[in-house]
């Protein structure tokens, strides 16, 4: 990943978020002539779906093996699970000491009905990991020959989860990436937040993810013996472009991608701030004086309908983790 290079990592300690650790959401798509609007899949297969993820998810948090769980991740996920396993084989070569199974209860699976291909559908689940949360995955695939992978997981506090519309059968939603019926047509989504965290404005609703977090990067930017640039990337293209479903209330719920640098720049006699042994595994070169993180970012944000009351676009989630770094 070159452009590492002169890119402005977050802490070490942010790569412990990448334990907990899109495809076209248009409805339009043709692939193959399929016009016809219809469930992305069936709920038997869904489950299986989810069965056959948590498995392979499971061996590969155990022995860190990559292949173990390769074919079914994806996007967002499947960058941040990448990386953790790579750091992980090098730190633990034997597997992992800590392994704990992933357990998922009490799922709902809202599959929505769109025509062509990408297919995809959603699953939130309680969990083992975090108390009162809901682990929410979404489900893609491009072909019938491919097996579902998961591009995109977010964990939401318990009530926190918008409610999906649903037809009088139960199937939800698909919304088009370029809706005009939003806020922010969701494929615009990636590329306005990365603006907005840059630059600040309208658009966004204040929040832990919006207000809050560029409050803490200027407070980070120049702290004592320490200097912290950013940068801030949308992703928006294959297996990272936005996927959003219908909500209850007219809007939508909008996974995507971004990507974020960190540099860190220690002064003339001071240290950088201790970097982890998983971190040091991706690292390349020796950091001496500077070190850059490169962070992949999966966030969930209710995007509301266009003339709505409120006050934008409200980022609910985010699960992110540390995929490259490179020391000067």
């Known amino acids: 990943m070159s452009k590492v290079v002169n890119r402005l990592g977050r802490p070490a300690a942010m790569a412990a978020a990448a334990v907990v650790l899109s495809l076209t959401a248009s409805g339009c798509v043709t692939v193959h002539g399929e016009l016809e609007v219809v469930p ?35 996007g967002a996920l499947g960058a941040i699970d990448a990386a953790k396993l790579k750091a992980g084989r090098t730190v633990s070569p034997d597997g992992n000491p800590k392994h704990t199974p992933l357990t998922l209860t009490d799922t709902n699976i809202t599959v929505p009905k769109k025509a062509g291909w990408p297919r995809w559908f959603v699953t939130d689940s309680a969990n083992n990991r975090v108390a009162n ?16 992978a998961v591009s995109y997981l977010t964990l939401f506090a318990d009530g926190k989860l918008p409610a999906f519309k649903k037809d009088a059968d139960g199937w939800g939603e698909a919304v088009d990436a370029d809706a005009k019926d939003l806020a922010t047509p969701p494929e615009d989504v990636s590329e306005k937040y990365a603006a907005y965290l840059k630059d600040g404005g309208d658009g966004f609703a204040a929040g832990a993810y919006t ?36 909500t209850e209330d007219g809007g939508a719920l909008v996974f995507f991608t971004t990507r974020r640098y960190e540099k860190q720049t220690a002064s003339t006699g001071s240290d950088l701030p201790t970097i982890s042994p998983s971190v040091k595994a991706l690292m390349s070169g020796d950091a001496k004086q500077s070190a850059t993180y490169g962070y992949v970012s999966s966030q969930a944000a209710l995007d509301p309908a266009k003339g709505s009351a409120g006050d934008g676009v409200s980022v609910l989630a985010r699960v992110e983790g540390i995929t490259t770094a490179e020391g000067s």
């Open 211 to 246: 207000t809050r977090w560029r409050e803490t990067r200027k407070k980070n930017a120049a702290r004592p013996g320490l200097a912290t640039q950013y940068i801030d990337e949308p992703l928006t293209s294959g297996d990272y472009a936005p996927l959003a479903l219908r």
């Open 40 to 74: 992305t899949t069936t709920k038997a297969s869904a489950e299986r779906a989810l069965d056959t993820f948590l498995t392979a998810y499971n061996k590969a948090d155990k022995t860190y093996e990559r292949s173990a769980d390769a074919r079914y991740v994806t």
């Open 133 to 148: 949360s809901r682990w929410v995955m979404v489900f893609t695939r491009d072909a019938e020959s491919e097996p579902w």
